[in-house]
Nanobody, 112 residues
Framework: QVQLVESGGGLVQPGGSLRLSCKGS????????MAWYRQAPGKQRELVAR???????NYVDSVKGRFTISRDNAKSTVYLQMNSLQPEDTAVYYC??????WGQGTQVTVSS
């Protein structure tokens, strides 16, 4: 069974940092592009960052310079390092990849 399991969400003050992790299982991790999406209350799910098997990365404009996506194929894990967090980054963050698999989501709340 192909699975993605996220961790690392939580409550952080504006300007703070969090690192999300997403561990895959059930298939060969390294051959797939991986991505992070987020969905804020009342809004559509949006692509935040994506990384190809070769390590090419792209980001939504609102997080460029603040967020960094990376992957460790030996650990079957993709990361999202989030710095300078702002209240508008508050959302449920989802990992996506391994063909067409979603993680369960992890809540990120940015508030003072």
């Amino acid at each position: 069974q192909v699975q993605l399991v996220e961790s690392g969400g939580g409550l952080v003050q504006p300007g703070g940092s969090l690192r999300l992790s997403c561990k895959g299982s059930g298939t060969v991790f390294g051959i797939y592009a991986m991505a992070w999406y987020r969905q804020a209350p009342g809004k559509q799910r949006e692509l935040v960052a994506r990384i190809t098997p070769g390590g090419n990365k792209n980001y939504v404009d609102s997080v460029k310079g603040r967020f960094t996506i990376s992957r460790d194929n030996a650990k079957s894990t993709v990361y999202l390092q989030m710095n300078s967090l702002q209240p508008e980054d508050t959302a449920v963050y989802y990992c996506y990849g391994l063909g067409d698999t979603w993680g369960q989501g992890t809540q990120v709340t940015v508030s003072s």
